[in-house]
């Protein structure tokens, strides 16, 4: 009798585990179709009427570069503004910064002769970099491949022009990776060889393409004293290619160089912000932005003006499909990404000031390129959760997601509760453009656009749905 009633506890109990994961199988059915049937509308939505492209044609076409403290950069400032009010976002409002303001001046000339042949050198000042004296310099040329190998050298550096050329490792299929793996000869060159008095420092821009397209980005003397300040540019990848060839066969030739930029003192601008408040948690914050400035080569289409567009048609496209969120959605156009964050570094320092929650936190700051997934860095409690929406986005080719770095403009929100997620499009061609005067309204593809619009309009709405701040344990 004992055995007969055991083994009928134990149907039982299978039986009602059995139901009770039938149930829960059902259930996250009915949820995974709903989240689907609301996706399909938001890419519909986007794709047929979205209006990202042509914000980024007026952006870009209508005001183009704008770097920060420029004239173009409050003319951006006043037309993310304005388009905020138009599209009946609430709570439009100016957060105050003050930001570098550095300018190119002239037009940057290098070259170097080779018997009576003289090779122009396509060039540009790197941002934060001092003047070269107004008749130019004129010195040798050393070639190193990495700070390393400067430091090696010297007092071999002393009255050179130092050139570093090292470039991006072909072999790595994520070129934000290869990026990271050049970019401090960028940075940290002029502090390293400054030390060791060079007068001057060239480097190989950032790119795989080869091309006669120099690449400018920001660069530092770190804490070295301002007589050891040397004038630093960037050359092309063509003109890189041909200087180290060209050492080669002629180690004594002399380089010319002749840059007028200038930092000026700090002017103000402004961080834009918008929001639709939320209808149970006005109080919890999703933001979603990229930053309004841009180098003054180009248009600052791809970088970042693609990401302000999508940011602002994320709010546009939640009014226009009727979701109405939970948490308040807050856009944030940034100012100052390229050269201090110095927006970034306001906004979280006001949000802490105020002690505004932050559930979550998007930024768009990779191009207009075919959306390809997102990048989580937040707690263990959510990641989980927020992997397993990859199944809903990858019929819409969102297949790469990652645990890992979201972007500059929102890392300084992070604080053990909040997500973070950095927007990932196809990175193949971004670099070809960054900070070119190449990075025009014209490179970029509306559908890609509008693709990436509607992926980060889909993650802020299951963000919205699905993460909850309170159950996460501080």
Same mark, same amino acid.
């Given at each position: 009798m004992r055995n007969l009633i055991l083994t009928l506890i134990i149907a039982f109990t299978i039986i009602s585990c059995t139901e009770k994961k039938a149930d829960k199988t059902v259930e996250t059915s009915t949820i995974n179709k709903q989240d689907s049937t609301q996706i399909k509308t938001v890419f519909d939505a986007s794709l047929t009427e979205g209006q990202a492209y042509e914000w980024l044609r007026d952006l870009t076409q209508n005001i183009g570069g704008r770097l920060s403290g420029s004239p173009e950069a409050q003319q951006a400032v006043e037309w993310g503004e304005q388009l905020m009010k138009d599209q009946g976002f609430e709570n439009v409002r100016l957060q105050a910064i003050m930001v570098p303001h550095w300018v190119r001046g002239e037009k940057e000339k290098a070259f170097y002769k080779i018997g009576n042949e003289l090779r122009d050198v396509p060039v540009c000042a790197l941002g934060g970099s001092i003047a070269t004296p107004n008749q130019g310099i004129t010195a040798e040329v050393i070639e190193v491949k990495s700070l390393e190998e400067a430091i090696a050298k010297g007092e071999e550096l002393r009255g050179k022009i130092v050139f570093f050329n090292r470039p991006f490792d072909a072999t790595l299929i994520n070129t934000f990776?290869?990026? @990271? @793996?050049? #970019?401090?000869?960028? %940075?940290?060159?002029?502090?390293?060889?400054?030390?060791?008095?060079? #007068?001057? #420092?060239?480097?190989?821009?950032?790119?795989?393409?080869?091309?006669? +397209?120099? *690449?400018?980005?920001?660069? $530092? %003397?770190?804490? &070295? /004293?301002? !007589?050891? %300040?040397?004038? =630093?540019?960037? &050359?092309?990848?063509?003109?890189?290619?041909?200087?180290?060839?060209?050492?080669? !066969? +002629?180690? !004594?030739?002399?380089? %010319?160089?002749?840059? $007028?930029?200038? =930092?000026? /003192?700090d002017a103000p601008s402004f961080n834009v912000i918008g929001e639709i408040t939320g209808s149970q948690y006005p109080n919890k914050y999703i933001t979603v932005g990229g930053h309004l400035d841009s180098w003054d080569l180009g248009e600052g289409a791809h970088d970042d003006g693609a990401g302000i567009v999508q940011s602002l048609e994320v709010l546009r496209l939640l009014k226009e499909t009727g979701i109405k969120p939970k948490h308040t959605i807050r856009v944030v156009l940034f100012m100052n990404e390229e050269n201090g964050t110095r927006g970034a570094k306001k906004y979280a320092e006001e949000a802490k000031f105020k002690k505004e929650i932050h559930v979550a936190a998007l930024e768009s700051d990779s191009g207009g390129f075919t959306p390809r997934g997102f990048s989580y860095d937040g707690n263990e409690e959510n990641k989980e959760l927020f992997l397993s929406w990859k199944s809903l986005l990858e019929p819409y080719g969102l297949h790469d997601w990652t645990v890992g770095y979201s972007g500059a403009d929102i890392m300084p929100l992070k604080d053990g509760t909040i997500t973070l997620s950095g927007y990932k499009p196809d $990175?193949?061609?971004?670099?070809?453009? *960054? *900070?070119? $005067? =190449?990075?025009?309204?014209?490179? #970029?593809?509306?559908?890609?656009l509008q693709l990436g619009a509607a992926a980060m309009t889909s993650l802020v709405y299951l963000m919205d749905k699905y993460l909850d701040v309170s159950t996460v344990k501080q």
């Open positions: 990776k290869a990026y @990271g @793996g050049c #970019v401090d000869q960028r %940075y940290s060159g002029a502090k390293t060889c400054g030390e060791f008095g060079a #007068v001057g #420092v060239i480097v190989r821009s950032m790119t795989l393409s080869m091309d006669d +397209n120099p *690449h400018t980005g920001t660069m $530092s %003397y770190g804490d &070295i /004293p301002a !007589n050891q %300040y040397t004038p =630093t540019a960037a &050359i092309s990848t063509n003109a890189a290619a041909q200087l180290s060839l060209d050492l080669k !066969n +002629n180690p !004594n030739l002399k380089f %010319y160089l002749k840059q $007028s930029c200038e =930092t000026l /003192p $990175s193949q061609r971004y670099f070809d453009y *960054h *900070h070119t $005067s =190449t990075d025009t309204f014209d490179k #970029v593809n509306r559908r890609e």
